[in-house]
């Protein structure tokens, strides 16, 4: 099963780059793609109505997500991040210095212990199908970040989760290749549309 989900995620991560559709960090192999037109597509944020009517949001620190989390910050929301590594959760309510404090340098700087309940969770994916199954890039993170927020009562089970990627990180049904603990997304921003699942 592993093995499948890691052919996707091969295959996701050579033809971005093949196609030379990454930008920094390169090479994308292990990561969560910084794709081409990340930013402009994460402006639709702005248009998702649980987003709209959010307090606070989560951002995994995924370098693609940067533009969402300053798009958290200048829409006065309150910002949930978790460190690398899940090493710790953080809230930033920076209103001056959003570049810098929507940085991994920045979260440690400008973070405070997570005591807000999240709104709307969102991260990142080196694939996902129509159905809102999710490939992450294989170490889990993306499922214990939302597991411990769970455990914490820092979020409802039900909390919607959104990921960005690009139209060519959406791959043909891989449901078979689920577990249990696997968590779908509700929706999926692209550089061309928003997709509710």
């Not at 910084?34 to 370098?63: H, L, T, W, Y």
């Not at 533009?67 to 809230?91: G, M, T, Y």
Request: charged share 35%; hydrophobic share 40%.
């Amino acid at each position: 099963m592993r093995n499948n989900k890691q052919r996707i995620r091969e295959g996701i991560w050579k033809l971005l780059e093949e196609k030379d559709l990454v930008d920094f960090p390169r090479p994308c192999f292990g990561r969560i793609p910084n794709f081409r037109g990340s930013r402009s597509a994460s402006e639709k944020i702005r248009e998702i109505p649980e987003f709209k009517s959010s307090q606070c949001v989560f951002s995994a620190p995924d370098f693609v997500l940067k533009r969402i989390r300053e798009i958290v910050l200048e829409e006065n929301k309150l910002l949930a991040v978790a460190l690398p590594h899940i090493k710790d959760f953080l809230q930033i309510d920076e209103r001056e210095k959003i570049s810098e404090a929507t940085s991994i340098k920045g979260f440690r700087k400008f973070g405070k212990p997570l005591k807000a309940k999240i709104d709307l969770f969102i991260q990142g994916s080196v694939a996902v199908d129509r159905s809102g199954n999710r490939v992450g890039k294989g170490k889990g993170y993306g499922d214990r970040e939302f597991d411990i927020l769970l455990e914490k009562n820092l979020l409802e089970p039900d909390t919607k989760v959104v990921t960005l990627v690009s139209d060519l990180q959406i791959v043909d049904d891989f449901s078979k290749l689920v577990s249990p603990m696997d968590k779908k997304v509700d929706y999926i921003i692209t550089p061309t549309k928003i997709i509710k699942i």
